[in-house]
Antibody, heavy 113, light 112 residues
Framework: EVQLVESGGGLVQPGRSMKLSCAAS????????MAWVRQAPTKGLEWVAT????????YYRDSVKGRFTISRDNAKSTLYLQMNSLRSEDTATYYC??????WGQGVMVTVSS | DVVMTQTPVSLSVSLGGQTSISCRSS???????????LYWYLQKPGQSPQLLIY???NRFSGVPDRFSGSGSGTDFTLKISRVEPEDLGVYYC?????????FGGGTKLELK
């Protein structure tokens, strides 16, 4: 069974950093492109970043470019999202996604003083 | 950025009835490899999104044949027949052809 388990969320002050992790199991992690998708409270889905299966290519939405870094460790079957210079508008539930079909349960990030 | 416009924003349907959701993109979603990376997701209350349809018209594993996707280029439709209680939630279209990837605004399906 495919499982994606996010961790690392919580409350953080504006301007500070936070790192999310997504532990994958039940499939060959190194074969899949991975993505982070977020959802602000009561809002729709918003793509954040994508990384290729081998980590050689990364893509970001403009609003996080230069602040967020997506990375992966295929030996550990784990996806990461390093978030720096956090803003209140980054407050959301962050989901990791494997390929197109597989989603984690999400982790909440609240940016507030 | 490719804008994905979903209509309607909300739908009220009777159990056993049929309905459809439209999704229009501001640019063609035909990729240079010839595929059209248009997906449909359903997000049930309190849950993560789940994939229903991939590449316009292909049902994902385990998705009932009550769900069907169609369209091409910039104009796409999700049809749901014989609506059941477990179909309720918010439907999103999503394009995986262009960066940045974009979602439609969502269509909330409710019971009449």
């Amino acid at each position: 069974e495919v499982q994606l388990v996010e961790s690392g969320g919580g409350l953080v002050q504006p301007g500070r950093s936070m790192k999310l992790s997504c532990a994958a199991s039940g499939f060959t992690f190194s074969n899949y492109g991975m993505a982070w998708v977020r959802q602000a409270p009561t809002k729709g889905l918003e793509w954040v970043a994508t990384i290729s299966y081998d980590g050689s290519s990364t893509y970001y939405r403009d609003s996080v470019k230069g602040r967020f870094t997506i990375s992966r460790d295929n030996a550990k079957s784990t996806l990461y999202l390093q978030m720096n210079s956090l803003r209140s508008e980054d407050t959301a539930t962050y989901y990791c996604r494997a390929g197109s079909p597989h989603w984690g349960q999400g982790v909440m990030v609240t940016v507030s003083s | 950025d490719v804008v994905m416009t979903q209509t309607p924003v909300s739908l009220s349907v009777s159990l056993g009835g049929q309905t459809s959701i439209s999704c229009r993109s501001s640019q063609s979603l035909v990729h240079s490899d010839g595929n059209t990376y248009l997906y449909w997701y359903l997000q049930k209350p309190g849950q993560s999104p789940q994939l229903l349809i991939y590449k316009v018209s292909n049902r994902f594993s385990g998705v009932p044949d009550r769900f069907s996707g169609s369209g091409s280029g910039t104009d796409f439709t999700l049809k749901i027949s014989r609506v059941e209680p477990e179909d309720l939630g918010v439907y999103y279209c999503y394009q995986g052809t262009h960066y940045p990837r974009t979602f439609g605004g969502g269509t909330k399906l409710e019971l009449k």
